[in-house]
């Protein structure tokens, strides 16, 4: 069975204090792996998509990671508004146009 | 450029009752994709649709159905509502298959059933 697991599942840090989530993923065959920030009563935000190990996308104070086992998502030198739920995703077939999403990791950065 | 919009943003129905959600895609987007989430069980897929086909379901009962229009305009709908259906149901749409620019999700419908 496809599986994505985030950890940790609640993650408090201070103002400046860089950290990374972890997305690993059991799929049969890996199309993409997305990465979503989702604020409270807000739909999930579009951050990144990664096809293929090895690769590395940057967004500001983000960046993350593939392997072919998990992803990882660097935060650096976090400021309060990045407090947020981050989602990872993977779209499996080809076509299939589906999204299998982890639990998610909520941060908190304190000032 | 507009987003994805999703009406009503809110709803509380009562059980056994039945209820239907309209999501209205970017322009130029075919594709529209249901979910449900919860705080237990997270996003979980509902159906695709593609230029008014459903290309794909996720594993939720036969209550829960959609359908898309020609202006690509999606539909879902809930029929005998059940307490465990209170839920954010979301919308996202996306133009090349999803993984060029993502899927942009729209702000949701809370349902809320009592």
């Known amino acids: 069975e496809d599986q994505v697991t985030q950890s940790p599942e609640a993650l408090r840090l201070q103002e400046g204090e860089s950290s990374s989530l972890n997305c690993s993923y059991t799929?049969?065959?890996?199309?993409?792996l997305f990465w979503y920030r989702q604020d409270p009563g807000k739909g999930p935000e579009f951050l990144f998509t990664l096809y293929s190990a090895g690769e590395e996308k940057e967004k500001e104070r983000l960046k993350a990671t593939l392997t072919k086992k998990e992803s990882f998502l660097h935060i650096t030198a976090p400021k309060p508004e990045d407090s947020a739920t981050y989602l990872c995703a993977v779209q499996i077939i080809q076509g299939a146009q589906k999204l299998v999403f982890g639990q998610g990791t909520r941060l908190t950065i304190n000032p | 450029k507009a987003g994805v919009t999703q009406t009503p943003r809110y709803l509380i129905k009562t059980r056994g009752q039945q209820v239907t959600l309209s999501c209205s895609p970017i322009s130029g987007h075919r594709s529209v994709s249901w979910y449900q989430q919860t705080p237990g069980q997270g996003l979980q897929f509902l159906f695709e649709?593609?230029?008014?086909?459903?290309?794909n379901k996720g594993n939720f009962p036969g209550r829960f159905s959609g359908r898309q229009f020609s202006n690509s305009r999606s539909e879902m709908n809930v029929s005998t509502l059940e307490l465990g259906d209170s839920a954010l149901y979301l919308c996202a749409s996306s133009s090349q298959g999803g993984t060029t620019y993502g899927y942009t999700f729209g702000s949701g419908t809370r349902l809320t059933v009592v």
């Open positions: 799929v049969s065959g890996l199309r993409g």
């Open positions: 649709y593609f230029s008014e086909t459903q290309r």
